[in-house]
Nanobody, 119 residues
């Protein structure tokens, strides 16, 4: 069974940095596309950053140049380095893994970690 556990959230001031981590159990990590999503109260969940098994990355426009997604396949871990945090960044941040299994697209989510930014 594939499980995802996020960590690294917290309270910071605007302009500061945080690094989120997501550890994935199971044998699918090397082939999975990993993503960081966020959901603020009253908003839909949005994709913040993604990284494929070939290290191709993509970002939502609002975080380009400030956030960096990376993965360490040896540790089954994906990271989200968040620099220059802004008052509009607070949300619950979720990690997700997507992969193909038995010809079907599978997707699992972590439980989320809260990021709060004070101005």
């Amino acid at each position: 069974q594939v499980q995802l556990v996020e960590s690294g959230g917290g309270l910071v001031q605007a302009g500061e940095s945080l690094r989120l981590s997501c550890v994935v159990s199971g044998s699918i990590f090397n082939i999975a596309t990993m993503g960081w999503y966020r959901q603020a109260p009253g908003n839909q969940r949005e994709l913040v950053a993604g990284i494929t098994g070939s290290d191709i990355t993509n970002y939502v426009d609002s975080v380009k140049g400030r956030f960096t997604i990376s993965r360490d396949n040896a540790k089954n871990t994906v990271y989200l380095q968040m620099n220059s945090l802004k008052p509009e960044d607070p949300a619950v941040y979720y990690c997700a893994a997507s992969w193909i299994q038995a010809g079907m697209l599978r997707k699992n989510w972590g439980q989320g970690t809260q990021v709060t930014v004070s101005s």
